[in-house]
């Protein structure tokens, strides 16, 4: 307590600055100005580990071939060589190219050591068979709606050989969004690029494949192809090989 005789004494001393009116306990800190944070932009994945001339994406026997609704196949009652028959579970018998084939066994195994039981819904079409599946769809659905669901004759990739359709062996969707839910659907999404595998048609995607998303439609592209689309999430090869979107056929 300052006493009222010294008060004067104490009030000169303030006046010229020999006494602090802040209690030494409580110094208050000059304020500090926040360091400017400076956004970390993500890298994009880079392209620069695969030789892109690798493989043409024009020649129908290429790994990577670009087939879609502005690109036909060349020509396009195209038939591969070398088609093998798988011995796997399937509907409809499963034929593929021999790398294709040799990829998917390797796959189907490494499921099958997963408790993961993978079956061939469709692989290898013919341009014939492609004209009755489409037409099919076509009866089913109305032109319009079958272009989503299937490729015009000599614009499948089933005819290349390099596609195959997965379907569930312990759930009933087949040929159905679904499928990525299943076991089997979930596994592929996983794993499938390990073996040189691609989902070809992924969700939101329409505008540039021209099909809706078909979780079930697996094109092989050999491992090195396949790691680096695997680096994007729902890429396409139409745009990683920088392809105009295709979400239609030319008039």
């Known amino acids: 307590m300052i006493r009222a005789r010294t008060l004067p004494l104490v009030l000169a ?3 010229a600055g020999c006494v602090s009116t802040t209690p030494a306990h409580s110094e208050i800190p000059a304020p500090t100005q926040k360091a400017a944070v400076t956004p970390v932009p993500i890298p994009a994945p880079t392209v620069a580990a695969i030789d892109l001339t690798l493989h043409s994406i024009d020649d129908a026997d290429s790994l990577w071939v670009v087939a879609d609704k502005l690109r036909p196949i060349q020509p396009k009652k195209y038939v591969p060589s070398g088609l093998r028959t798988l011995d796997v579970p399937h509907t409809y018998e499963p034929t593929l190219r021999a790398d294709a084939a040799k990829a998917y066994l390797k796959m189907f195994r490494a ?17 014939s068979t492609q004209v009755s599946v489409y037409n099919g769809w076509v009866a089913s659905l109305g ?13 499948s990739e089933h005819q290349i050989g390099l596609s195959v359709d997965i ?29 040189g595998w691609h989902l070809r048609y992924p969700n939101g995607k329409t505008a540039v494949t021209g099909y809706k998303f078909e979780p079930w439609h697996w094109r092989y592209v050999g491992v090195e192809l396949a790691a680096e689309l695997n680096l994007t999430p729902k890429i ?16």
């Open 13 to 15: 001393l303030i006046l």
């Open 143 to 155: 032109r319009k709606a079958a272009d989503l669901q299937s490729a015009r004759p000599g614009y």
């Open 236 to 251: 396409t090869m139409e745009e990683f090989f920088g392809l105009p979107a295709a979400p239609d056929y030319a008039r």
């Open 111 to 127: 499921a099958k050591n997963d408790k993961v039981n993978l079956v061939v819904q469709s692989a290898y079409r013919s341009y």
């Open 167 to 195: 379907a569930s062996a312990t759930a009933g969707c087949t040929i159905q969004a679904c499928f990525s839910r299943t076991p089997e659907g979930k596994w592929l999404t996983k794993n499938a690029w390990r073996f």
